[in-house]
């Protein structure tokens, strides 16, 4: 009942800024908490930030002081704020929605790839 599309990945050098954008369907967009994860080609998908209903937010600890997760209910949208990048954050990043008091994320975007040379 979710659909997300993101964008607003390309290729920066290190130390640049980018900011992803994810894009939800749905009325109900407020009550969802909502992540974004990374995930290199023959890797797994690991989290990377995540912003719940109430705007607590959590971090990995490599993007912790680096990356900011935001929302803004009224578009139906979430960003995260990509700052002082690295060769390691590059990967294809996913969108991700959890329904309230859901211990799993059940909606994935189709992914934007994040690619930062040295």
């Known amino acids: 009942q979710v659909q997300l599309v993101e964008s607003g990945g390309g290729l920066v050098q290190a130390g640049g800024s980018l900011r992803l954008s994810c894009a939800a369907s749905?009325?109900?967009?407020?009550?969802?908490?909502m992540g974004w994860f990374r995930q290199a080609p023959g890797k797994e998908r690991r989290f990377v930030a995540a912003?719940?209903?109430?705007?607590?937010?959590y971090y990995t600890d490599s993007v912790e002081g680096r990356f900011t997760i935001s929302r803004d209910n009224a578009k139906n949208m979430v960003y995260l704020q990509m700052n002082n990048l690295q060769p390691e954050d590059t990967t294809i990043y996913y969108c991700?929605?959890?329904?309230?008091?859901?211990?799993?994320?059940?909606?994935w975007g189709q992914g934007t790839q994040v690619t930062v040379s040295s």
């Open positions: 749905g009325r109900t967009f407020s009550s969802y908490a």
């Open positions: 991700a929605a959890r329904a309230p008091k859901s211990s799993t994320y059940d909606y």
């Open positions: 912003i719940t209903a109430s705007n607590i937010t």
